[in-house]
Nanobody, 120 residues
Framework: QVQLQESGPGLVKPSQTLSLTCTVS??????????WSWIRQPPGKGLEWMGV???????YYSPSLKSRTSISRDTSKNQFSLQLSSVTPEDTAVYYC????????????WGQGTQVTVSS
């Protein structure tokens, strides 16, 4: 059973960088044919895909967030991380990490989500 757990600060000040880590257990982030995503849900809105890091370390980002987003990984800890720079209150959301199959359609495991609020 694969499990994902998000961690990081729940409160970030405007203009700072939001940093979150997803710790994966029960499966390796380097296993072929899987990728690892960050997805968020602002209050009252739908899910927004932010980006993904594949099993080989390649990354893909949402065009609307690409200039501010970076996804990296630490294979020794089986973790992958999100950094979102220059945050504003519009970045307030529940942030999820999830595993997706190589078709980039089937999301089969999700973290429970972590609330991040951007406020001074």
């Amino acid at each position: 059973q694969v499990q994902l757990q998000e961690s990081g600060p729940g409160l970030v000040k405007p203009s700072q960088t939001l940093s979150l880590t997803c710790t994966v257990s029960g499966g390796s982030i380097t296993t072929s044919y899987y990728a690892w995503s960050w997805i968020r849900q602002p209050p009252g809105k739908g899910l927004e895909w932010m980006g993904v890091i594949a099993y080989d370390g390649s990354t893909y980002y949402s065009p609307s967030l690409k200039s501010r987003t970076s996804i990296s990984r630490d294979t020794s800890k089986n973790q992958f991380s999100l950094q979102l720079s220059s945050v504003t209150p519009e970045d307030t959301a529940v942030y999820y990490c999830a595993r997706v199959h190589s078709d980039y359609v089937w999301y089969d495991y999700w973290g429970q989500g972590t609330q991040v609020t951007v406020s001074s």
